[in-house]
């Protein structure tokens, strides 16, 4: 099994920064790989970073992946209200050898932008 846990959520002020990190851990043969999602209210939750940026990033973020330690940051620049979500990591992991990749969710990290 793959645990994912989520940090750095928080309160900022439109055109401020904030840097999500996420940590897997648990006992697995490996992560394929990783990425973060994010929901608003009323809205369907939308990829933010992964294999591809979300185009309403238009470069803001940046994601970055330590492949050794299994973990993965976001960091977001010039935030918008719109960005208000709760932000969540997901990963793709091979229980084992000969397994198929099954994914996984962390809890979520709330970001609110406003001022």
């Known amino acids: 099994q793959v645990q994912l846990v989520e940090s750095g959520g928080g309160l900022v002020q439109p055109g401020g920064s904030l840097t999500l990190s996420c940590a897997a851990s648990?006992?697995?043969?490996?992560?394929?790989?990783m990425g973060w999602y994010r929901q608003a209210p009323g809205k369907q939750r939308e990829l933010v970073a992964g294999?591809?940026?979300?185009?309403f990033v238009k470069g803001r973020f940046t994601m970055s992946r330590d492949n050794a330690k299994n973990t993965v940051t976001l960091q977001m620049n010039n935030l918008k209200p719109e960005d208000t979500a709760i932000y969540y990591c997901?990963?793709?992991?091979?229980?084992?050898?000969?397994?198929?990749?099954?994914?996984?969710w962390g809890q979520g990290t709330q970001v609110t932008v406003s001022s």
């Open positions: 997901a990963a793709e992991a091979l229980l084992d050898r000969d397994g198929s990749p099954i994914e996984y």
């Open positions: 648990g006992n697995f043969f490996a992560i394929i790989g």
């Open positions: 294999a591809e940026y979300g185009d």
